[in-house]
């Protein structure tokens, strides 16, 4: 079967997009988008990379229902295209409300997408779309020459709030289940949840809670990542892991999907059981429409950064601290806390939010690749010694999780009194039962400039992930 294919964009592309696209005169306008790609095998994602808008004064005709320019006009732009080997989609607006394409549209676009295919030569997907006054975007496109146009299946935006449109024909009724849910969420909520593909990596203390609540909320599909085994001293916080799991050693994302399966409601369940630095994991991650990430590493979060950042893809990042107060002999707890940080495309990420540094990424890496080497950094003093277990509490990881799915509802489907970008953060301390959000500021200077560009060689720019032929 051919995966569908679907447009993403961050959420500072959709904003330029409509200031550009409605300026307020009354007059279509149009863009083109070049975009990068994740070709995958259950879906084949377009994700922004860059907006190249058609000035105004260069159209040859711009009314309320239709939007010309001089075809010589776009050629630097398709030459630019061709050699970087990038998607390209017409975007223009329809200042009307039109939420269709229309009979200019169709002979407009039977013209220029055949001959974006001829300019480009590469078989890849090139498209059209059409922006509405109030910010939605649908399309189609034609995946190579002479083939026929097909609907996009989707176009999301990875901004403060998550935004998803989908093409009619896909929609589905909210099964009975979700009735409850209806309650708070609207039908248009619920269907969304249903077809969202959502990735959890990490499959123990946080991951656990959190593919579990995904799952009763209704996402149609989860990509569990885990390369560990379930261990007696982790029954405590991976639900529905047995003793027996933990004698036979049974992998955790094996154990977390046939629970899933055994509740019966739907979710379709892919798992990994591969480090997430093996190059299939990220191409499977980088399918996804959003990223929860459950992992204490500091290079397996930097990673998820570049996946966020490279394939536009929003990242739920999970952290937990219990502080065990040892002074004088004592046994008990001096805090416990945790932090949700929310990171968005093109913004700022854990990097520049300061939660760990280049250097930290580096000793992480040594540590993973070559354990011994690393060993003796430590032993020579050059890096500072790693607890290799800290204190966990299924209770801690389940209110973290909580407050992380929380947050991923409040930007699908908003309903804080605050704006969403006021919670790019949110810590709690359960030892001063407090809650303290961080506002969204500043671009990472590491990250920034790499939005939407998609599958390069090597996979998101690390040599690490070059893959030998074979």
Request: proline share 5%; charged share 25%.
């Amino acid at each position: 079967m051919t995966p569908p294919i679907t447009l993403t964009m961050s959420g500072d592309q959709h904003d330029h997009l409509r200031n550009f696209l409605f300026p307020g005169d009354g007059n279509e306008a149009v863009a083109f988008l070049f975009c990068g790609r994740r070709d995958g095998d259950r879906r084949h994602r377009l994700v922004v990379k860059e907006i190249h808008g058609i000035p105004y004064e260069e159209c040859s005709e711009r009314t309320p229902w239709c939007v010309t320019w001089p075809p010589d006009y776009i050629a630097p732009m398709l030459d630019r295209a061709a050699t970087i080997g990038l998607s390209v989609i017409k975007i223009h607006s329809h200042p009307g409300g039109m939420a269709e394409f229309s009979d200019t549209d169709d002979e407009g676009d039977a013209r220029l997408v055949p001959m974006i295919h001829g300019w480009v030569e590469r078989d890849i997907p090139h498209g059209s779309a059409v922006m509405l006054p109030d910010g939605t975007v649908f399309g189609r496109v034609i995946r190579a020459p002479h083939s026929k146009f097909e609907n996009l299946s989707s176009v999301s935006v990875a901004g403060d709030g998550l935004l998803f449109w989908y093409a009619e024909s896909d929609q589905q009724a909210a099964p009975a289940f979700m009735a409850s849910q209806a309650q708070i969420f609207d039908e248009g909520t619920l269907a969304r949840l249903q077809q969202l593909s959502i990735a959890v990596v990490g499959a123990s203390g946080t991951g656990s809670p959190t593919a579990e609540q995904l799952m009763r909320l209704g996402v149609g599909e989860l990509v569990l990542v885990d390369d560990d085994v379930v261990e007696e001293r982790n029954l405590n916080r991976i639900l529905n892991a047995t003793r027996k799991d933990a004698e036979e050693r049974r992998l955790k994302v094996d154990t977390l999907k046939q629970a899933i399966d055994h509740v019966g409601i739907g979710t379709n369940v892919i798992t990994h059981s591969e480090n997430l630095w093996h190059p299939d994991v990220i191409r499977s991650v980088a399918q996804c429409d959003i990223v929860f990430g459950c992992m204490d590493s500091v290079d397996g979060r930097y990673l998820l950064n570049a996946i966020s950042s490279y394939y536009n893809i929003p990242y739920f990042d999970i952290g937990v601290r219990l502080l065990p107060d040892l002074r004088d002999g004592r046994n008990g707890i001096r805090e416990i806390c945790g932090t949700v940080n929310y990171i968005r495309p093109g913004r700022s990420s854990l990097l520049s939010r300061g939660l760990f540094n280049l250097r930290d990424v580096s000793q992480a890496g040594l540590r993973r690749n070559d354990p011994a080497a690393f060993e003796q950094q430590v032993n020579d003093g050059y890096i500072a010694g790693v607890e290799n277990h800290r204190p966990a509490v299924i209770t801690v990881n389940m209110f973290a999780s909580s407050l992380a799915v929380n947050e991923f509802l409040a930007r699908l489907h908003p309903y804080r009194e605050e704006a969403n970008v006021q919670h790019a953060s949110v810590e709690f301390s359960l030892a001063s039962m407090e809650l303290f959000s961080d506002s969204e500021h500043g671009i990472c200077s590491h990250f920034g400039n790499k939005v939407g560009i998609g599958d390069v060689v090597p996979l998101l720019g690390q040599i690490e992930l070059t893959e030998k032929d074979t």
